[in-house]
């Protein structure tokens, strides 16, 4: 089945600088794919969502980049500030299963410095 | 935006005893999934459920679990008996429609079987 590798596991920049999160994915028929930001003590949400005809999109700040030769999945927020601090989490789902269950990474706890 | 409630936030029981955990939807979603994170690891897919059945289980949905949304209320996941692999944060999420991608997720539930 699906497999998903998150990297890093933590991660820590300075206001203003750029952070990326990585996840790779072993399923070329995936589908669709997301990124999910994770505060204290609350619950997922929904940051941006791409389906597989789709390489590149942004929104407020952030950037999702999709590699499918490489299966490869990229979040890049650009300018990060303290408010971002939180765990995010890449999930995808894969088509071949028939299943509408979303496969998570691992997460990434991202800690922005003022 | 839409919200899924879950109540308790944390609950602690001894092994061998039921627990029902339970989850208040985004009111005019109709498909409820529960997903399962042991502290550190990915978050795992447990089931889904539409229409007053469960449409798709993991290998993780043991014969201990069952789930229900009796006459529209809570959805709830309950554990009998409970084990000690059991120690987990449950997260509860819903969609509007059958295979829509986008899931809104509640807070989780920190279950800890001693």
């Known amino acids: 089945g699906e497999q998903v590798e998150q990297r890093p596991p933590h991660l820590s920049v300075r206001e203003g600088d750029s952070a990326i999160i990585i996840c790779t994915y072993t399923d070329s028929a995936t589908a669709y794919f997301s990124w999910y930001k994770q505060e204290a003590g609350a619950g997922l949400q929904l940051l941006m969502s791409v389906l597989s005809n789709v390489d590149r999109k942004e929104e407020q700040g952030l950037t999702v980049l999709l590699n499918k030769k490489d299966k490869r999945l990229s979040l890049n927020l650009t300018a990060a500030h303290p408010g971002d601090s939180a765990v995010y989490f890449c999930?995808?789902?894969?088509?071949?299963?028939?299943?509408?269950?979303?496969?998570f990474g691992s997460g990434t706890q991202l800690t922005v410095m003022p | 935006g839409p919200k899924v409630l879950q109540i308790p936030s944390h609950q602690i029981i001894d092994m061998g005893q039921m627990v029902t955990l339970n989850c208040d939807p985004v009111s005019n979603h109709l498909y409820f999934y529960w997903y399962k994170q042991i502290l550190g690891q990915q978050m795992e897919f447990l089931v889904n459920f539409y229409n007053g059945k469960v449409m798709e289980k993991s290998k993780l949905f043991k014969d201990q679990f069952s789930v229900e949304r009796p006459d529209g209320s809570y959805f709830t996941l309950k554990i009998q008996p409970t084990a000690l692999e059991d120690s987990a944060v449950y997260f509860c999420?819903?969609?509007?429609?059958?295979?829509?991608?986008?899931?809104?997720f509640g807070a989780g539930t920190r279950l800890s079987v001693l």
């Open positions: 999420a819903s969609s509007l429609k059958v295979g829509q991608n986008t899931l809104y």
């Open positions: 999930a995808v789902r894969p088509l071949s299963s028939g299943s509408w269950q979303l496969i």
